[in-house]
């Protein structure tokens, strides 16, 4: 069993995929030289990125995310401000410091190769590192995959999983679980609502109170994130010049913060959740959620539902249990990668994680919970991953927006309905699985399908 702090990470914009992933497969051949003592021999580096990371990943900020990675640096401490001069030193020296102070000539131009032909059998987010000495010799060369949500996993893991093509990680907990059902057949068993099930499995990990420290930190950084998004104007980076537009309607909002309420919710979750995926877009601090390109879905319906005046603690850590949870039936029972299954395993898990968290928080029993998690996906169904440019901007920030608002009707419909909903949680995770597969490649983020090439990028 993963936990939900592994779904739930600090990074940097604009995609977990993309960025935050490279940048961790980076700091991690690196290491992995330092750990055979190749790293003092080692004389240059090269990058190829396959599949995915090729064909967007000059929109998507992959090759500022290697150079990150093999500076040694992390994305849950990296200093977003700090990064760009970074990486502008190495584009213009020509040269890159490794961790321990080991300088090599470095080219970003010839050294990250786009590697457009090369289509990954294993996962579509491919990434080749070698290093070679002075003589040319090469002392290591390694294939990774970046599986989404910032995850990463070598050629080795994914060649060889254990039985029931299950790779294990994690450590022995008490609830383990495989599905949705397993969920709720321990909830019922234990009389347990799903986020104690959750707070269990994390108990047997770590102190309860590092745990509670943990998912208040990640709370923090999701308001943060959406605090800066409401406060920055201007222009968004890449050749499509869009607009920030949270803060316009931010002031429009705070003008008359009661007028017409109850047609304002749907501007007050947009305006969160753009927030969020502005910040994204711009390279900020965000918290994968479960994914980047999905940040702004459970922040904007947990600020506008249990943080909007004052923080409740309570309610936001039993938010994240839950929705973290939900998470992971994702993870395990299909993918959350937008390379894999287009933007439903994107956005279309946000919104399911969201809509399970908020339904929880509104005192529903677990199988409403698992209800409304299955109608936020339902209803996401099919979405593809065709960002225009290759940016994380059109139309992924106003999907987000949209995304919020249907997590919160999706938990409205659950709890008005008292009966076990005809489709459960499982079906629809493996809906999305099958519908993924069957997708075409261009609507997985590619940018050689839908929106991509239909609209005019300047």
């Known amino acids: 069993m993963l936990s939900v702090l592994d779904l739930f990470r600090i990074g940097i914009g604009p995609s977990s995929s993309h960025t935050v992933g490279p940048m961790r497969i980076g700091r991690r051949f690196v290491t992995g030289l ?40 992390k994305p849950e401490t990296l200093d977003p401000e700090a990064a760009d001069p970074a990486v502008a030193a190495v584009h213009q020296e020509k040269r890159l410091t490794l961790c321990e102070g080991v300088i ?17 059998d294993l996962h579509p987010n491919g990434m080749r590192l070698s290093a070679r000495d002075r003589d040319g010799a090469i002392l290591a060369e390694r294939t990774y995959y970046s599986t989404g ?28 679980f495989g599905s949705a059902q397993d969920v709720l057949d321990w909830c019922e068993r234990e009389d347990m609502a799903i986020h104690e099930l959750i707070y269990a499995n ?33 222009m968004l ?4 010049k869009v607009t920030r537009r949270a803060p316009g309607l931010w002031a429009k909002l705070s003008a008359s913060p009661q007028s017409n309420e109850q047609e304002q919710l749907f ?23 479960p994914t980047n ?48 299954m287009g933007c439903q395993g994107e956005v279309g898990v ?19 919970v698992a209800s409304a998690a299955e109608i936020g996906m339902e209803h996401n169904l099919g979405l593809t991953c065709d960002p225009v440019g290759g940016l994380v901007q059109i139309p992924c920030i106003e999907r987000n927006a949209i995304g919020a608002v249907k997590a919160v009707n999706a938990a409205r419909l659950a709890l008005h309905a008292h009966e076990r909903m005809r489709v459960s949680l499982d079906q629809v995770i493996e809906t999305m699985r099958q519908t993924g597969l069957d997708m075409s490649s261009k609507y997985k983020e590619t940018s050689q399908g839908g929106l991509a090439v239909n609209v005019v990028e300047c």
């Open 149 to 176: 949500g910032g995850f990463i996993a070598s050629r080795r893991q994914l060649e060889r999983p254990a039985k029931n093509d299950i790779i294990r990680a994690g450590q022995p907990v008490p609830y383990a």
């Open 34 to 73: 330092k750990r055979r003592g190749h790293l003092e021999q080692t004389a240059k580096i090269t990058v190829e990125l396959q599949g995915s990371l090729a064909l967007t990943g000059a929109g998507h900020a992959t090759p500022k995310a290697v150079i990150l990675g093999l500076m040694g640096l």
């Open 267 to 289: 501007d007050w979750l947009n305006v969160y959740a753009m927030a969020v995926n502005e910040e994204n877009a711009a390279g900020g601090q965000v918290v994968t959620a």
């Open 237 to 240: 980076p890449g050749e499509l």
């Open 350 to 368: 946000a919104c399911s994680m969201a809509a399970g968290g908020l339904a929880a928080v509104w005192g529903g029993t677990p199988t409403q």
């Open 293 to 340: 390109g999905a940040a702004g879905i459970i922040p904007a319906v947990i600020r506008h539902y249990c943080a909007r005046d004052e923080m409740d603690a309570v309610a936001v850590r039993k938010f994240l249990l839950t929705a973290g949870g939900i998470g992971l039936l994702y993870k395990q029972r299909a993918s959350i990668s937008g390379a894999e």
């Open 104 to 120: 090599i000539d470095f080219d970003p131009e010839t050294d990250i190769v786009f590697a457009y032909d090369v289509i990954p």
């Open 202 to 234: 994390e108990d047997a990990r770590r102190p309860r109170a590092a745990t509670d420290q943990a998912l208040d930190r990640i709370a923090k950084v999701m308001m943060a994130c959406i605090d800066r998004g409401l406060n920055r104007e201007g």
